[in-house]
């Protein structure tokens, strides 16, 4: 039996170690991203009624977080999205479609709250069946006018965005310090860190560009 619920106290140290196990020399040898999860929870950025865990049979097997962001246009107007992650499913139930169920649930409550749009940072794979799209198709791009083939973008509100283009503001919560991370990790049961072939395929997606907006 497939239940999601938001997520409370007493599942915090599960999901934490969820998040470890999920993402462990996925991008990188090891990972921080149980780190982030624990230290999302204190942001101001963070959004804990879109904090969302689901059950099988009793136990959690996925979880999924939100922050708030900013997009801003040329005339210095904002308009606020939001970004979720990290979005992580217990190995032993990855691709049975799990992750899609959580991600499609909490963005119609994202909706349901007035959000008009998501903005995330991921593999095109893994989102466009989802409706998500790249950033240069909305114009909206990172620092000195970049768009990143990662950066995704998806309406999920009535109202588009309006017509320039818009510079995605994200939360700082996302910069995490290595010796922080480290850190918290000695209080986890520790893993082993390796290199495989899927992290410089995470190197090379996440360093790539698209060379402008799109039609």
Known sequence: MVVIRQEEERD??????LTKRAFWNLYVPGCDEHYLVHRMRG??????????VLELDGTVIGSIFYTRAKLRNQGQELTNVVTFGPVCVDPAHQRKGYGKKLIEFTLEKARKTGFEHAVIFGNPGNYTGLGFKSCARFKVYVGDREYPAALL????GATPLG???????GSGVYSVDPGEAESFDR?????????????EEFFILSNSRISGPQA
């Not at 973008?153 to 999920?156: G, R, Y």
Request: no cysteine; glycine share 8%.
């Open 163 to 169: 017509d320039g283009e818009w510079e995605y503001l």
């Open 153 to 156: 973008v998806k309406q999920i």
């Open 12 to 17: 915090y140290r599960a999901v934490e170690e």
């Open 43 to 52: 942001h101001e950025d963070y959004i804990p009624e879109l904090a969302y």
């Open 187 to 199: 209080g986890f049961p520790q893993m082993v860190k390796e290199t495989n072939g899927r992290q």
